[in-house]
């Protein structure tokens, strides 16, 4: 079947940087999103990986391996406002015409000053 | 103005009792969704649609309905809702079909069913 993994709680330091890792099994592959959600709030968009390595957005990061199966997202000098689920989710491959994702369950961020 | 609307932001029903949720969008986009997110469970997709004569099933339909009225709108109702609907509910849209598109979130509705 399809899955994917994210830790469920992460806690971290304003200033710091903190990884949040996501690894997915899927029987293909067509592009990754990170998405940041507020409690009680929509998801909103962070980023979109569909190709090995690293993609820059100002403090956020997000990485891909295809061959591992394996992302993360990369938040640097975080902030009070960083406190957050961030969830993960792969395109399915067994849905034609990119109709839908998978979605990880997220990963709940806890920023402490 | 927002992009993804719905309404209502908040409900409280009774078990048994009919009701929709309505979900506008002025991005201009054919790909509309609809979720459930609920704790430890994620987001759980329900139907989407690509087009006003395009309905598809996700993974938890069962109890649910869907309308695509218009490009612009789909709604999603409860036929005889029960406790365990209670969640919180997302309609979302993307453009299409290049597998970059993200999604784009309204801002939710909060049903509880007592």
């Known amino acids: 079947g399809q899955n994917i993994d994210q830790p469920t709680e992460m806690t971290a330091t304003e200033g710091a940087i903190v990884q949040i890792n996501c690894t997915y099994q899927?029987?293909?592959?067509?592009?990754l999103f990170w998405y940041q959600q507020h409690a009680g709030e929509a998801p909103t968009f962070l980023s979109y990986?569909?190709l090995d390595g690293l993609e820059e957005k100002g403090r956020f990061s997000s990485f891909l391996s295809r061959s591992k199966g394996y992302s993360y997202l990369l938040l640097k000098e975080l902030q009070m406002k960083d406190s957050a689920s961030y969830l993960c989710?792969?395109?399915?491959?067994?849905?034609?015409?990119?109709?839908?994702?998978?979605w990880g369950l997220g990963t709940s961020l806890a920023v402490n000053p | 103005d927002a992009d993804v609307t719905q309404t209502p932001r908040n409900r409280i029903t009774k078990t048994g009792k009919r009701i929709m949720l309505e979900c506008s969008q002025t991005?201009?986009?054919?790909?509309m969704y609809w979720y459930r997110q609920d704790p430890g469970l994620g987001l759980r997709l329900i139907y989407y649609?690509?087009?006003?004569?395009?309905?598809n099933k996700g993974e938890i339909s069962d109890g649910y309905s869907v309308s695509r009225q218009a490009q612009a709108k789909f709604s999603l109702s409860l036929e005889s809702a029960i406790p365990n609907q209670t969640a919180l509910y997302f309609c979302?849209?993307?453009?299409?079909?290049?597998?970059?598109?993200?999604?784009?979130f309204g801002p939710g509705t909060r049903l509880t069913v007592t």
């Open positions: 979302a849209t993307s453009d299409g079909p290049g597998a970059a598109y993200e999604q784009y």
């Open positions: 991005k201009g986009h054919d790909r």
């Open positions: 649609s690509f087009d006003v004569k395009d309905i």
């Open positions: 899927t029987s293909g592959f067509n592009g």
């Open positions: 990986n569909v």
């Open positions: 989710a792969v395109r399915d491959p067994n849905a034609g015409n990119n109709r839908k994702l998978i």
